[in-house]
């Protein structure tokens, strides 16, 4: 049984018309840029000079780069942290926001606004609220007494530029969740409320096994804008010298690129960020295959 509208006649040529732009950004700037990155890992090029052959040379460099192994552990560092926090807290603010309250609409468009507002104007606000003479968080820890900190210094950059994330991305997670939450059918709840289930009860039976399609979908999102993360960290935590007091992988291939001019040594780092990024993508889709309801 075939289900949907087949095209026939001209309405097939207009499809391909329509679909052209898309396909030829696909070709060029996803398909050829992936395959153009690949093919530069095993050569050096400094921008000017001819490509020189490497072969595995770039690859096994990075092995040896101990600046890129501290940027590659502060990569996975950050997604440990910050994937979790973001699932959570973005259900966490779902749940409540699911509920029947005055000014919803209100509450969710809070919550959205980080979303949408620039990287760059909410990293100058936070480094507002980070500084260590000037700054709000300070001042508020000197008002009772405390000694003031240096939240963007290496012992503290880390969970600073994390908290940062999480909370630009609240938002997103959030309508995730809501989707998935208006989804679940009210007579479940309250079915479970005449059996006498508490809201512990109906969150943990219900509504937990029923979106684990959005808790998969955003663990994902999450995963890879984590894999990705580059400009929050970067406003934050860059120095006068042009490095970061909380280098990431990212950092790293714009820096071997754009400052360095080692093409070859950007493109094997960039491969190797894409590896690790397909492992995680076949584990969650293998914990899809086990753990996810969809009915």
Known sequence: ??????????????????????LIGLAFGTIGSLLATLVLSFYEWDLIRPPQ????????????????????SNTITFAVLYVPGVVIL????????????????????????????????????WNMIYGKDTGIL????????????????????????????????????MIIFLAGLTAIPRDYYEAASMDGANDAQQFFKITLPLITPSI???????AINAFQAYDYIYMLTRRGQGDSTVPVAVYS?????FNFFRMGTASAQAIQLALLVAVFMGIMFWWERNYVVYE
Do not use: H
């Open 1 to 22: 049984m075939q289900y949907g509208l087949k095209p026939l006649g001209r309405e097939k040529l207009w499809l391909w018309v329509m679909l052209t732009p898309t």
């Open 53 to 72: 052959w490497a072969g595995f040379s770039n690859y096994a460099a990075l092995f040896q780069n101990e600046t890129y192994i501290k940027a590659f």
């Open 90 to 125: 973005s259900l966490f603010v779902a749940v409540l926001l699911n509920r029947k309250i005055g000014g919803l609409g209100i509450f969710r468009t809070i919550y959205f606004l980080p979303t949408v507002t620039s990287a760059v104007a909410t990293a100058l606000v």
């Open 138 to 173: 300070n001042y508020f820890l000197e008002s009772f007494g405390m000694s003031p900190v240096c939240w963007l210094c290496s012992n503290n950059a880390m969970m600073s530029v994390v908290i940062v994330n999480i909370w630009g991305a609240i938002g997103e997670g």
């Open 216 to 222: 998969f979908f955003q663990t994902l999102i999450s």
């Open 253 to 257: 291939i714009y820096r071997n690129a």
